[in-house]
């Protein structure tokens, strides 16, 4: 059983995520502002293992109590609920600390499955997190212990930190899943399906978009010039593919 705390203002959302939450067997609060919210995950004695945050709040909106959360070194997992057909706010969302976003109006299977995906790889950065104080060597199974350095950039998937000329970039928990997805089958094509079920574990949405956005994200991190993206290059019509040595391929 995960607690997760809902941020919406609108009370009939709220209530039917709630509902729906429960009944998966989670423990559910509410806040109806971004202030309430931060009061409880920052000051209160509560405990909780992700957020579901809307942007559209009265008073604070999501993207400051997003902010406010990452600059407190809070990094509990947050999915964003954003506006659909506002691409900027999934930009500022991820800016301001988003692990994940789902466009309104969502499906519910949708941001149950997300929802999931984030409490599932939070709970393996935990445990390896541990396994790791306690000197236990990583298992395969979380194996987020590993360290990956090509072209001068190092990324620590146990602390989510990608290095890069002496700055520290801390990446969200998606954003590191992905990076590792792509990482680990190198070389290869991976399709946006693939991406859908193994990072996300969704069968299928509705919204590949969303994809698209982690790697513009992604390309800012690892290329010197990511409007001309040398090592996580598109494979028109398909996907993606990573290169950690670009240039020893030649096709
Ligand atoms: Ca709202």
């Known amino acids: 059983m995960s607690r997760v705390l809902i941020v919406e203002d609108e009370a009939h959302l709220a209530r039917g995520l709630q509902f729906n939450l429960e009944a998966e067997g989670h423990s559910v609060r509410v806040a109806g502002d971004g202030e309430t919210a931060l009061d409880w995950l920052l000051k209160g004695k509560e405990d909780f293992d992700a957020v579901v945050l809307d942007v559209m709040l ?3 909106d999501g993207f400051r109590v ?3 959360l990452r600059a407190a070194r809070n ?11 506002r691409p900027e706010d999934v930009l500022k969302g991820f800016a301001s600390g988003a692990d994940d976003y789902l466009p309104k ?10 929802l999931q995906g984030l409490l599932r790889r939070s709970g393996w950065m935990r445990a390896s997190r541990e396994a790791a104080s306690a000197g236990v060597p990583p298992s395969p199974e979380g194996a987020a212990d590993e360290v990956v350095t090509f072209s001068g950039r190092t990324i620590d998937f146990s602390t989510l930190e990608l290095r890069v000329n002496g700055n520290t970039i801390r990446l969200t928990l998606m954003e590191a899943e992905l990076l590792r997805h792509l990482i680990r089958n ?10 859908l079920e ?17 790697i513009v994200r992604l390309r800012r991190y690892i290329e010197d010039d990511p409007a001309r993206p040398r090592h996580l290059v598109t494979v028109r019509g398909v996907g993606y593919r990573f290169l950690a040595e670009p240039d020893s391929v030649r096709s």
């Open 75 to 85: 990094y509990i997992p947050l999915l964003m609920l954003t506006a659909r057909g």
């Open 58 to 60: 009265p008073g604070m």
């Open 198 to 214: 193994q990072v996300w574990g969704l069968k299928e949405d509705t919204d590949t978009r969303a994809i698209d956005n982690f």
């Open 105 to 114: 109006p969502f499906e519910l299977a949708i941001l149950l499955a997300r």
């Open 66 to 68: 997003a902010s406010e």
């Open 186 to 195: 190198s070389g290869k094509v991976v399709s946006r399906k693939s991406i």
